[in-house]
Structures are given as C-alpha cells and as structure tokens.
C-alpha cells in the first residue's frame, strides 16, 4: 500500500509568487484535504476535494485554489503569495464517506520571502 | 466558533514516568475525537480515536484517551513513557458530518532518558 506523497519537500517564493503543491493520495483514497501548518501551530483546513470537486474550504481566501485529478491526485494554488503564507503545507488522503480516517503525507515547507 | 485547546504546550519528562495531555474543545454537539503524534522529521499519525461508545479507548503504543463528555474533554494518557515517545502531539476533533478535522495547537513532549 502506497502512502501519501508530496512534492516538492521545500520550496521558497517571493511575495507576490505563485506557487503550486503537489499531492498523491494513498492508494485506494478518492478524497483528498488539504490543511496548513504554521509554525507552532496544529493543522487548519483549507479545502477537501471529492471526486474533482471542491467538497468543503475552511477559512482562507479565494486565492487559495485547488484541483483533484482523475487519478485522485491533487494541487493547492497559492496566488499573490504573502508572507504569512509561509508554513508546512499538508495533504491528507481519506475515502469517501469515512473522511474522518485521515492519512497524512510529509508535508511541502513553504517559505515566502 | 469552534476551537480546540491544548493547554500544555511543552511538557518534558523522564522515562517511566506517567503522562496526562489535556485537550478541551468547544463544540457542544456530537463529535468524533482524535490524538495524532509526529515524530521528529516524520508526517502526522493517528494514535486513537473515539467515535461512540466505551469513554476509553486505547490506542498504538499503550497511549489511552478517556471521552469525558461533561468536561468537553478527552485527554490522553499512557502509564510509562519511553525516551522513543518524545514527539509532538495533537489532538483533533470532528463535528459529525463535516468533512474536516479542527487540530489543537499541539503538545511538545520531550523524555529524557
């Protein structure tokens, strides 16, 4: 069995970049969530995707996007990246209709600059 | 708004010595609770997790949780602590039928040997 995967591990961009994240969801798992960590922090949500499309967002602005492929990957968007964006970007694969056992991958550590 | 609290932020202890993490949250509808641990350099795991039932549950590596539903509470236990312990600890909470998981700020747990 396959475990979640992200790409890149690090990355760092400069304000006002663009930035996409990537994520492979466990092997069988066709829902995907997409949560960030600052510093000192536990996880908040962003987004969940099922089935390509949007199925849920938390609290964060339009400028976070995403995408759920058909082979159940995914890509978070950042666009007119701030400095507060800096964080531990986490992906969590999961099956539908049991979204609550959440299996996480190793994260991408953004830094914005 | 819910929110889910972690009162210790740091707690170091030495091996044999029993731990209590305290985690409180405020939501006062039904709820799914979870404890996650993460390893130094390694991606969030599931420890245990309580959805109905027995209050205590147990999970991996002899870490109990007990769901005390007048106290909000669900605090997480383990009788005597290995040096192979030391990791930090989240405690996350579901409302039932949402799709996401609210994360506590974490417990950093420190054994020395």
């Known amino acids: 069995e396959t475990g979640v995967t992200q790409s890149p591990t690090h990355l760092i961009k400069t304000r006002g970049q663009q930035v996409t994240l990537r994520c492979s969801s466990q092997?069988?798992?066709?829902?995907v969530s997409w949560y960030q960590q600052a510093l000192g922090q536990g996880p908040q949500f962003i987004f969940q995707?099922?089935?390509?499309?949007?199925?849920g967002r938390g609290n964060f602005p339009p400028r976070f996007s995403g995408l759920q492929f058909p082979n159940y990957s995914s890509e978070l968007n950042v666009n007119a990246l701030e400095l507060d964006d800096s964080a531990l970007y986490l992906c969590a694969s999961s099956l539908g209709g049991r979204e609550y056992e959440q299996y996480f991958g190793p994260g991408t550590r953004l830094t914005v600059t | 708004a819910q929110s889910v609290s972690q009162h210790n932020h740091h707690v170091i202890l030495s091996e044999a010595a029993s731990l209590e993490l305290g985690c409180n949250y405020s939501?006062?509808?039904?709820?799914?609770l979870f404890w996650y641990v993460q390893y130094p350099g390694q991606h969030l795991q599931l420890l245990l997790k309580y959805f109905s039932g027995d209050p205590l549950v147990k999970g991996i590596k002899g870490f109990e949780a007990e769901f005390i539903k007048s106290k909000f509470s669900f605090n997480l236990r383990k009788p005597s602590v290995q040096w192979s312990d030391t990791a930090e600890y989240f405690c996350a909470v579901r409302r039932t039928g949402a799709n996401n998981l609210f994360f506590g700020t974490g417990t950093r747990l420190t054994v020395i040997p």
């Open positions: 995707y099922y089935r390509e499309e949007e199925n």
């Open positions: 939501y006062g509808g039904t709820v799914n």
């Open positions: 092997s069988g798992h066709n829902t």
